[in-house]
Nanobody
Framework: QVQLAESGGGLVQAGGSLRLSCAAS????????MSWYRQAPGKQREMVAT???????NYADSVKGRFTISRDNAKNTVYLQMNSLKPEDTAVYFC??????WGKGTQVTVSS
């Protein structure tokens, strides 16, 4: 069983920055893939960024060059640094560990 706790969401003006954190606990393996997803009202949940055990990462085209995912295996924590935020980044952001485990989400709201 894995528990995930996201934090760091909030309200920010367009052009601003936020840093999301996701702390994992339970049966954690540093080799597992960790990801950030987001879901805006009325839209499907979409992958934002994924980081693999070696540190390589994939990003959605919409966030490339603005968002950076990173992980601290010693702390079982994954981060999402979000810069140059846009109103269209407004969504609930979810952390995912492996395939089956999801956090409850943290709201990010970007005002224009």
């Amino acid at each position: 069983q894995v528990q995930l706790a996201e934090s760091g969401g909030g309200l920010v003006q367009a052009g601003g920055s936020l840093r999301l954190s996701c702390a994992a606990s339970g049966r954690i393996f540093s080799t597992s893939v960790m990801s950030w997803y987001r879901q805006a009202p009325g839209k499907q949940r979409e992958m934002v960024a994924t980081i693999f055990s070696g540190g390589s990462a994939n990003y959605a085209d919409s966030v490339k060059g603005r968002f950076t995912i990173s992980r601290d295996n010693a702390k079982n924590t994954v981060y999402l640094q979000m810069n140059s935020l846009k109103p269209e980044d407004t969504a609930v952001y979810f952390c995912r560990y492996g395939v089956m485990n999801w956090g409850k989400g943290t709201q990010v709201t970007v005002s224009s």
